[in-house]
Structure formats: structure tokens, C-alpha cells
């Protein structure tokens, strides 16, 4: 078998990428949004990065170094991302989003433009996060805000997120769950509506292989509020 280095990939002018990058076939860097013309906005990724086949980012992205996508991955334009982000295959982030670093995206996962997560947030697959209260209103444009995720906490494949609503610094977030309201910092929340059903301190291992899932299962309460902006 014969190995060839992809000659099938596009990168647009005035896209500045770091060194090491690894970039996979048929992947688009670059891509300009609607009405802007090729290169017209600068797209920074930084160093280390490795960015599979199919993957399209379009310009005007802030990434940090790291940055890893799946498969089929689509980066729309004007989001903030940090160091150490995967984002898995055939997931969608779209524009206008604010990313942390060391934040782990699953593969099929949707998120809006006007949503924020925090360093150490991870999404599980599946994931739909919303950010229009009223579809088709018109004025639906003036109040699209995505959900915001503290830092730390997680959220279980296939749940899905109501508009505006804050996920609190270290708290789970149910497989399946549909979150239609806040969530503290520090709890576990499951189910339709989704409620609070334990403390993230109540977790316990199944195979006791350890004795808490989560580091910040050992911190008070008051610890966890701390990490939550919100709270202050």
C-alpha cells in the first residue's frame, strides 16, 4: 500500500496556522461567511493542531494551540476557542461562541451561536444545546443566547439545553436530560424536565476503583459557588 500526502485540502488566504498542524483531506480552512470575501477576515489556529478530513472551519476563529476535530467537523465563523479543545466528528459549532480551554465536544453534538463553555466543559454526544426562545418570531434575531456552561461541569449524551440557561461550575448534567431551567453549581441533575437528584459529592464509583468520580466532589459547597461567576 502506498501512502500519499493530501494534496486535497483547501486553506484560504490570511489563515495563520501553527506549527505541527496536521490537516487530513478534503478539510477547508478559511471558509469566508456570507457576503465577506476570501481571506477579508484573519483566522488564527495555533500551534499543534490536527484537523481530520472533512472538517471545515470558516474564518475569523480565535483557537488555541491543540485544537483537534473529528471527522467531518464544522467551526462557523467569530468564535473564541482556547488550548487543548476537541471538538468530534460531524459536531457543529456554530458562530459567535465563546469556548475555555481543555474543553472536550463529542461527535454529533449541536452548538448555537451565542453560547459560552467554560474551561474544563465537557459535552457528551448527541448533545443539542438551543438558543431561540420563540423560533420564526420577528425579533427572534435580538434575544438568541445559548445556554452557558461553568466551568467544569458535564453534560450526558442526547440532552438537550433550553435557551439562555446556566449549567453551575462542576455539575452533571443526566444522560437524555432536558434542561429547561438553571442548574446550581455541584449538583446532578436528570430527567423531562430535568431536576436536581443528588450532589456531586453523593457520586460514588460502581467498581470502586476510586472514591469519587470528580475531584471537585471533595470540595464544600461554598468551594464550588466560588468557580461560578453567577454566584457572586
Known amino acids: 500500500m502506498t501512502l500519499h500526502t493530501p494534496p ?5 488566504p490570511n489563515v495563520r496556522l501553527g506549527e505541527g498542524a496536521e490537516i487530513g483531506w478534503y478539510v477547508i480552512l478559511g471558509e469566508p461567511a456570507a457576503g465577506l ?3 477579508e477576515r484573519e483566522t488564527i489556529i495555533g500551534p499543534g493542531a490536527r484537523i481530520r478530513s472533512h472538517s471545515v472551519i ?9 485544537f483537534q476535530t473529528g471527522h467531518g467537523a464544522l467551526v462557523r465563523e467569530d468564535n473564541q476557542i482556547g488550548d487543548d479543545v476537541s471538538v468530534g466528528s460531524h459536531s457543529v459549532i456554530e458562530h459567535h461562541v465563546q469556548i475555555g480551554s481543555r474543553v472536550r465536544i463529542h461527535s454529533q453534538a449541536f452548538i448555537p451561536e451565542f ?7 465537557w459535552v457528551g454526544p448527541n448533545v443539542v444545546f438551543t438558543n431561540a426562545l420563540h423560533p420564526l418570531c420577528p425579533r427572534v434575531k435580538q434575544c438568541m443566547k445559548g445556554p452557558t456552561i461553568r466551568r467544569g461541569a458535564k453534560i450526558g449524551a442526547n440532552a438537550t439545553l433550553m435557551p439562555d440557561i446556566v449549567i453551575g461550575a462542576g455539575s452533571l448534567v443526566g444522560a437524555g436530560a432536558v434542561v429547561v ?7 446532578v441533575v436528570a430527567g423531562n424536565p430535568a431536576r436536581v437528584i443528588k450532589e456531586i459529592s453523593a457520586l460514588t ?6 472514591d469519587t468520580p470528580y475531584g471537585q466532589a471533595r470540595l464544600a459547597a461554598s468551594d464550588l459557588l466560588s468557580l461560578d461567576p453567577a454566584s457572586q
Not at 486535497?8 to 484560504?12: D, P, S, T
Not at 453560547?115 to 466543559?121: C, F, H, I, P
Not at 431551567?181 to 449538583?187: E, S
Open 181 to 187: 431551567r438553571d442548574v446550581p453549581a455541584g449538583v
Open 8 to 12: 486535497g485540502y483547501l486553506i484560504y
Open 205 to 210: 464509583c460502581p467498581y470502586d476503583l476510586i
Open 58 to 66: 470558516y474564518a475569523g476563529n480565535r483557537i488555541g494551540a491543540r
Open 115 to 121: 453560547s459560552v463553555l467554560e474551561d474544563d466543559t
Open 37 to 39: 470575501a476570501a481571506g
